[in-house]
């Protein structure tokens, strides 16, 4: 599904935030990806949805080449991808519901559809009840999923996740969590940015840690630590 | 495309009145600059008119010899109206232009008493097509028989002509350089109401919004912000236009000023459009600029 084959990237002040990264994630996995901050893990996020492109090396989603892609067809790549972000990037003067649809909206798609899509996702992520809730009015965890549920209403093949959990309480967390692998169990393959130890360890799942760029370890069932 | 439409509409209004504020100075600046522009464009149009006017009463006389009989000048009169150029030639027999001439002098002087007789020869007015015409034209009429000396004012029409084209050229420069000057403040005004939605804009990119769907809500909340502009702009200066032209013919009554209708309203019109126009490229320029930085 993923593919970063030979991947770096270099800032223009010389700091390379990835160093020769080789990374395969099939279709369906969840997938760890930890380090200290600066280790370059939203930069790799950025690379997949061509927020950045790598200096060096090819980064292949879903079977097209991203790096390669042109202006015009970056956002049918994005529409492919669901985003979650530490600090939720929700719109504060529209509603739960219009947040959510505006995902649909940019898409072009009818009226009709957008509704009943909208509403399915905040269904899935628990949030129908707080549809017509603003942004402000909504507590951490409330905002996370309602994220969540914008990043899912295209129904996107692959899920993105940095920092889910980054501002939000133990108990929270592993709510937020738990809804990720729900979504991952209905076959959207996700990936978590993180350096929550405890998640890490207790979700027991495939953990690629990075440390100044460069993959350090790729281990299936893995811990945060070695 | 329908349902995309009304999306662009709604999102336009939303943004026309949530950002009040912006939008007020945004509509403010280009109701200035459109008014600025429109001011000089009318007076380009009528300076253009004055000069032009006093261009146009410019002509040809031409003395005829005394003893021509009436008859022989009405075929010297068609046959000068045959030379290429000429728009028309008036006959002023010599007892109309004493007659005209003891009338202008009017009470204040009795002609008839101090010159005895009628010391005026006939005398035909010839009205060229254009002015640049004149001194060739005034050379073949002083060829003909029996005319005896040809005047026409040709330094004075030379330096008309140059003003003229002074005035054209130099009110076109100053029409083209005040549009820049205005497209620039318009573009830098609108592109604020635009940074003030960056986040909705790179939010908009990240869930996979295409760059023309961007950009439509903007470039209708541009054309809005420039019709409201170019509005109040006309309002503004048809009021001023019609109260200082009203001043002007009451105390110069006979400065040419232009109070034809048609082409004052192709000058609102052209304030209008402008407006429009200003908006909508403002919008896309400041749009198209901040999506070029979003990568």
Same mark, same amino acid.
């Given at each position: 599904?993923?593919?970063?084959?030979?991947?770096?990237?270099?800032?223009?002040?010389?700091?390379?935030?990835?160093?020769?990264?080789?990374?395969?994630?099939?279709?369906?996995?969840?997938?760890?990806?930890?380090?200290?901050?600066?280790?370059?893990?939203?930069?790799?996020?950025? +690379? +997949?949805?061509?927020?950045?492109?790598?200096?060096?090396?090819?980064?292949?989603?879903?079977?097209?080449?991203?790096?390669?892609?042109?202006?015009?067809?970056?956002?049918?790549?994005?529409?492919?991808?669901?985003?979650?972000?530490?600090?939720?990037?929700? +719109?504060?003067?529209?509603?739960?519901?219009?947040?959510?649809?505006? &995902?649909?909206?940019?898409?072009?798609?009818?009226?009709?559809?957008?509704?009943?899509?909208?509403?399915?996702?905040?269904?899935?992520?628990?949030?129908?009840?707080?549809?017509?809730?603003?942004?402000?009015?909504?507590?951490?965890?409330?905002?996370?999923? &309602?994220?969540?549920?914008?990043?899912?209403?295209?129904?996107?093949?692959?899920?993105? &996740?940095?920092?889910?959990?980054?501002?939000?309480?133990?108990?929270?967390?592993?709510?937020?969590?738990?809804?990720?692998?729900?979504?991952?169990?209905?076959?959207?393959?996700?990936?978590? &940015?993180?350096?929550?130890?405890?998640?890490?360890?207790?979700?027991?799942?495939?953990?690629?840690?990075?440390?100044?760029?460069?993959?350090?370890?790729?281990?299936?069932?893995?811990?945060?630590?070695? | 495309?329908?349902?995309?439409?009304?999306?662009?509409?709604?999102?336009?209004?939303?943004?026309?009145?949530? *950002?009040?504020?912006?939008?007020?100075?945004?509509?403010?600046?280009?109701?200035?600059?459109?008014?600025?522009?429109?001011?000089?464009?009318?007076?380009?149009?009528?300076?253009s008119n004055?000069v032009g006017t006093f261009s146009s009463k410019m002509d040809i006389?031409?003395?005829?010899?005394?003893?021509?009989?009436?008859?022989?000048? *009405?075929?010297?009169?068609?046959?000068?109206s045959?030379i290429p150029g000429v728009l028309k030639v008036?006959?002023?027999?010599?007892?109309?232009?004493?007659?005209?001439?003891?009338?202008?002098?009017?009470?204040?002087?009795?002609?008839?008493?101090?010159?005895?007789?009628?010391?005026?020869?006939?005398?035909?007015n010839i009205t060229v097509r254009t002015p640049e015409l004149l001194s060739s034209v005034a050379k073949q009429v002083?060829?003909?028989?029996?005319?005896?000396?040809?005047?026409y004012s040709g330094?004075l029409i030379d330096q008309i002509q140059s003003l003229v084209s002074a005035v054209r050229i130099?009110?076109?420069?100053?029409?083209?350089?005040?549009?820049?000057?205005?497209?620039?403040?318009?573009?830098? =005004?609108?592109?604020?109401?635009?940074?003030?939605?960056?986040?909705?804009?790179?939010?908009?990119?990240?869930?996979?919004?295409?760059?023309?769907?961007?950009?439509?809500?903007?470039?209708?909340?541009?054309?809005?912000?420039?019709?409201?502009?170019?509005?109040?702009?006309?309002?503004?200066?048809?009021?001023?236009?019609?109260?200082?032209?009203?001043?002007?013919?009451?105390?110069?009554?006979?400065?040419?000023?232009?109070?034809?209708?048609?082409?004052?309203?192709?000058?609102?019109?052209?304030?209008?459009?402008?407006?429009?126009?200003? *908006?909508?490229?403002?919008?896309?320029?400041?749009? =198209?600029?901040?999506?070029?930085?979003?990568?």
């Open positions: 599904m993923i593919e970063l084959i030979n991947v770096t990237k270099t800032y223009a002040n010389g700091v390379d935030v990835l160093l020769n990264v080789n990374l395969h994630i099939g279709k369906e996995e969840f997938i760890f990806i930890v380090g200290p901050s600066g280790a370059g893990k939203t930069s790799l996020m950025k +690379l +997949l949805y061509r927020e950045e492109r790598p200096t060096v090396g090819q980064v292949i989603v879903d079977r097209v080449n991203v790096v390669e892609l042109n202006a015009d067809q970056i956002p049918y790549l994005r529409r492919n991808i669901g985003v979650v972000f530490q600090d939720y990037k929700l +719109l504060p003067k529209r509603t739960v519901f219009e947040n959510v649809a505006f &995902a649909l909206r940019v898409t072009g798609a009818p009226r009709s559809t957008i509704r009943r899509k909208a509403m399915q996702s905040l269904e899935l992520v628990g949030m129908l009840r707080r549809a017509n809730a603003f942004p402000e009015q909504l507590s951490g965890g409330e905002k996370q999923r &309602a994220c969540i549920a914008r990043a899912i209403v295209n129904n996107p093949p692959i899920l993105l &996740a940095d920092e889910p959990t980054g501002n939000l309480d133990p108990t929270t967390s592993w709510d937020i969590i738990q809804l990720l692998d729900k979504i991952n169990r209905r076959h959207t393959t996700v990936l978590v &940015a993180t350096h929550n130890k405890n998640i890490v360890d207790d979700m027991k799942r495939r953990v690629v840690a990075l440390e100044s760029g460069r993959v350090v370890r790729d281990q299936q069932l893995g811990g945060y630590n070695v | 495309m329908f349902s995309n439409l009304e999306f662009f509409l709604v999102e336009a209004l939303r943004s026309f009145r949530r *950002g009040a504020l912006m939008t007020v100075v945004a509509i403010g600046t280009i109701t200035v600059a459109l008014v600025i522009f429109g001011f000089f464009l009318l007076l380009v149009v009528n300076l004055i006389a031409a003395y005829v010899e005394s003893d021509i009989s009436l008859a022989n000048a *009405g075929v010297l009169q068609l046959k000068l045959k008036d006959f002023i027999s010599k007892t109309e232009a004493w007659r005209n001439l003891k009338q202008e002098f009017g009470t204040s002087l009795n002609l008839g008493e101090i010159i005895v007789g009628n010391p005026l020869p006939h005398t035909f002083a060829g003909f028989q029996n005319i005896d000396e040809v005047r330094k130099g009110g076109a420069a100053l029409v083209i350089l005040i549009s820049f000057a205005t497209l620039l403040i318009v573009v830098n =005004t609108i592109r604020l109401t635009v940074l003030a939605r960056e986040t909705d804009i790179s939010i908009m990119k990240l869930v996979g919004a295409t760059n023309t769907f961007v950009k439509w809500p903007f470039i209708i909340e541009g054309i809005l912000i420039g019709v409201i502009g170019g509005f109040l702009s006309f309002v503004i200066l048809k009021l001023s236009y019609d109260t200082i032209i009203s001043r002007i013919s009451a105390a110069l009554p006979f400065l040419p000023v232009v109070t034809n209708q048609t082409l004052l309203t192709g000058v609102y019109i052209v304030m209008i459009l402008g407006g429009t126009a200003l *908006g909508m490229l403002g919008a896309y320029i400041s749009v =198209t600029r901040i999506l070029k930085a979003e990568v």
